[in-house]
């Protein structure tokens, strides 16, 4: 678990680096009036990257050298120790001479020389021992230490994962219910009454849930949207970010990451609706969008939008985008 902690925290603090790149890279294509679509590419770049991290050569100090400098260290540390082995083995593999004419008088000197100094064994001073003892202990107090920190961390991250799954699976029921007495009104769209806002809900089967409430001229508008969200499959989309968001719930960059990927959904969404709209038709669209925002006139009791469905969004940055957007890239 130690090594799973190290690897997800050096894989957050790489992806930060990213998440930056990938801010610059939209304002860049905001300025260029490029299609969100597009921007929604480089944020699924952003999230994939804190599940199946790649690795980059940049000459960055950071970015090379994060992750690496323990087993550099850990290495440089038994070169040593290993040289000494093989600097002692191949001394005494050396030092034999197979050829000399005295040989046999030189080794009954050594050999007598050796019987003489058996038992003997070099004293060490009180003091070296002293050190060398205070020493290790020392190094066995600082790894326990280390690990006794990353105990707690490992208890904090999972308590922090723990606690927001929890409460986006209790998100995901309050709103469940709150959808129950729902009426059908045509294919896969449903009429509540317990919410003020059009949304798409579900995983596997999204439904389309529209507010009693909601005024007739902003119908079809609305229904174009929400459909568009449900051929786009944008509910898988966002429930794998929301899942990645859980794993590096700690990073607050991928926090921001999420809101601005949500926003430019909304915005792609928006985009796919009105490409073959005039400019008369995108006016009432952006003032149904305005309508449904306002709550039509109405203050239901709100519920906890979850993960997995859709609302309206920054509604102000929508209608601007749709507004002043144009088609800079054919197909768009």
Avoid at 254 to 271: R, V
Avoid at 284 to 302: D, E, P
Wanted: aromatic fraction near 10%.
């Amino acid at each position: 678990m130690d090594v799973f902690m190290s690897a997800l925290i050096k894989m957050s603090l790489r992806g930060v680096v990213i998440i930056l790149v990938v801010l610059l890279v939209r304002a860049l294509l905001g300025k260029l009036r490029i299609g969100h679509k597009y921007i929604l590419g480089f944020w699924a770049m952003v999230f994939l990257y804190f599940i199946f991290p790649w690795k980059l050569s940049l000459p960055v100090g950071f970015w090379n050298n994060a992750g690496i400098t323990d087993e550099i260290r850990a290495v440089s540390e038994s070169r040593p120790a290993e040289n000494e082995s093989h600097g002692a083995t191949g001394t005494a593999g050396n030092s034999a001479d197979p050829v000399d004419a005295p040989g046999d008088t030189m080794i009954a000197a050594a050999a007598a020389d050796a019987k003489d100094t058996a038992g003997t064994v070099p004293a060490i001073p009180a003091e070296s021992k002293g050190q060398n003892i205070a020493g290790a202990d020392g190094s066995k107090e600082d790894h326990q230490a280390n690990v006794e920190i990353g105990r707690v961390i490992e208890i904090i991250w999972l308590v922090g994962l723990t606690g927001l799954f929890m409460h986006m699976l209790y998100s995901c029921f309050a709103l469940k219910r709150k959808l129950l007495l729902s009426v059908l009104a045509e294919d896969n769209i449903w009429w509540a009454e317990n919410i003020d806002m059009p949304m798409v809900f579900g995983l596997l089967r999204p439904r389309i849930y529209l507010p009693v409430s909601m005024e007739s001229e902003d119908l079809s508008y609305v229904i174009a949207h929400e459909k568009m969200h449900v051929r786009r499959k944008d509910g898988l989309l966002k429930i794998s970010a929301y899942v990645v968001c859980l794993i590096h719930w700690f990073n607050p960059f991928i926090w921001l990451a999420y809101s601005l990927f949500g926003s430019d959904m909304e915005k792609a969404c928006d985009e796919e609706v009105i490409r073959t709209m005039s400019r008369k038709e995108r006016k009432a669209y952006a003032y149904a969008l305005l309508h449904v925002a306002a709550g039509n006139g109405s203050r239901k009791k709100r519920v906890f939008i979850a993960p997995i469905c859709f609302d309206e969004g920054n509604v102000k940055s929508r209608i601007r985008n749709i507004m002043k957007y144009k088609y800079t890239l054919p197909g768009i």
